[in-house]
């Protein structure tokens, strides 16, 4: 099962950079570059000599523990900076995609995560023909 999850760029920052070197992630747009400033950010903390893209990630593991066994997972076409965007083509379905502006940066960011499943899984019992 496929789905976009979306988070706040600020997150994926701080969690990539750490506090020492989130500070200097720097878009140009001064209303993100305020809205995505550490709230605990502090003048003695050392600085980076450059600016650095807003940050992304990817996941790939066998791993994932459901709390009964191990699935994959994992993440691809991760939009640092962007959104999610309508990409549906019927008017009877639903269909998502991301993107990111060349720039990046939007307050958000979002990425496709991908999770195993299995025809028996009990959550799609009630889905299944008798």
Not at 13 to 37: L, M
Not at 52 to 66: E, G, I, M, Q, R
Not at 93 to 98: K, P, Q, S, T
Request: glycine fraction near 6%; proline fraction near 10%; charged fraction near 20%.
């Amino acid at each position: 099962v496929g789905f976009r999850v979306e988070h706040p760029q600020r997150i994926i920052n701080a969690i990539q950079y750490g506090p020492e070197w989130t500070p200097s992630v720097i878009t140009g747009k001064k209303p993100t570059d305020e809205a995505n400033a550490p709230s605990d950010s502090t003048t003695d903390r050392p600085v980076h000599p450059g600016r650095l893209p807003v940050a992304s990630y990817s996941l790939a593991t066998d791993k994932a523990y459901d709390g009964t066994r191990k699935r994959g997972a994992y993440s691809f076409c991760m939009c640092p900076g962007g959104q999610i965007v309508p990409a549906s083509t019927d008017p009877d379905e639903v269909c998502v995609n991301g993107m990111s502006f060349s720039r990046r940066d939007s307050l958000w960011a979002n990425a496709a995560l991908v999770v195993t499943v299995d025809p028996d899984d009990a959550v799609l019992a009630p889905y299944l023909a008798d």
